[in-house]
């Protein structure tokens, strides 16, 4: 029985031909997202780009087109500037919820051949119904679209233990918790790496901390605790934008190395990431127990440090492996399908 998963982002799509053991046969990719709905005002670009990946996943698996029981798809496509907004389901959210709340979609296509398309709905904070102040509401709330099956991918593995709190840490950082009953509660969500991303395209500091003409190489595993606390020490007393100016004083005024000022900027953005864990009491203090971190290894590392600064009694480990990332969406939607009745249809 085979399957194609179709992961939508801002700026990049994947698809995968797979089995429903979540074995990979094919995989294709393409730069194409949601921001170009955003930036052209139609949706056309998306799906011929998401229908071209599809068929080039079918045609490099070497299965025929008629073997795939669905296109199975979660992620941004279920946005407002995706192919079908569909409404985000409310936490606290089980797989099993997300599984009974499964969307056919018919007037989607994203394959040149007669194979059903199946979205998977996005999951919002908790809000309530009547919203008398916004803005005082507003830091309660957050949502997710795409997430919600790495999740489900997570929970299918039995070594995974409950509660506790993922970290994914991508263009965003985004903090899960899940509960003892597997419920996933909601989400927090900073815009740290798309800061970063900025701060080093627009500002001097880019000049501070990047190679660039510097001759001198970065050791290889490269990692300074001492650097990390004190970066974090300095968002505690002047915070992130006083802080961003501080690279730029170490090149010029002091004697320091790039890759030692590339370990300060990212620590004090890292620093200023991980104060967003005081909220996580407002969910279930338990998930501060244990936390696992699903990112780039250089990244993991940093951020597992802090938590142990700031946490010492935690449980933490990472998920850093590209291979074993893109693995947790396809477990988590094929967990999610098979509960919603799918695989027997």
């Not at 955003?38 to 080039?56: F, N, Q, W």
């Not at 740290?192 to 510097?214: C, D, H, M, P, W």
């Not at 300095?234 to 790039?258: A, E, Q, S």
């Amino acid at each position: 029985m085979y399957f194609l998963t179709v992961d939508c982002g801002t700026t990049n799509s994947r698809v995968y031909a797979v089995d429903e053991s979540g074995k990979i046969y094919a995989k294709a990719k393409k730069k194409v997202g949601v921001r170009d709905t955003s930036m052209t005002g139609s949706r056309k670009c998306l799906e011929d780009g998401l229908r071209e990946t599809v068929t080039r996943a079918i045609q490099e698996s070497g299965i025929a087109p008629s073997e795939f029981r669905a296109i199975l798809s979660s992620g941004m496509i279920t946005s407002e500037i995706g192919l079908c907004e569909l409404p985000h389901l409310m936490a606290p959210c089980s797989v099993s919820d997300l599984a009974q709340n499964i969307a056919r979609v018919d007037d989607v296509h994203l394959s040149d051949y007669d194979i059903p398309v199946y979205f998977v709905r996005g999951i919002k904070n908790t809000m309530p119904d009547v919203v008398e102040n916004p803005f005082a509401l507003v830091g309660n709330l957050d949502f997710m679209r795409g997430e919600e099956t790495q999740m489900a991918g997570l929970m299918a593995h039995s070594d995974f233990t409950l509660p506790a709190t993922v970290v994914i840490l991508s263009s965003h950082t985004k903090f899960t918790p899940i509960n003892a009953r597997g419920e996933i509660l909601g989400s927090l969500t900073t815009a740290s790496g798309q800061i970063r991303a900025a701060i080093l395209a627009e500002t001097f500091v880019g000049k501070s901390v990047e190679k660039r003409e510097n001759l001198e190489e970065k050791p290889e595993n490269y990692f300074d605790e001492g650097i990390v606390q004190e970066a974090a020490a300095w968002i505690k007393r002047g915070g992130i934008v006083r802080g961003m100016m501080f690279p730029r004083f170490l090149d010029v005024l002091l004697d320091t190395r790039w890759y030692e000022r590339e370990l300060f900027f990212d620590a004090l953005i890292a620093a200023e990431d991980m104060l967003t864990i005081g909220q996580l009491d407002s969910f279930d203090a338990a998930c501060k127990e244990r936390f696992l971190f699903v990112g780039l290894p250089e990244r993991c590392r940093l951020y597992e440090y802090i938590i142990r600064q700031n946490i010492p009694g935690a449980a933490v480990s990472s998920v850093t492996d590209a291979d074993a990332i893109d693995q947790l969406s396809i477990d988590g939607i094929l967990d999610i399908v098979k509960k919603a009745g799918i695989f027997h249809e």
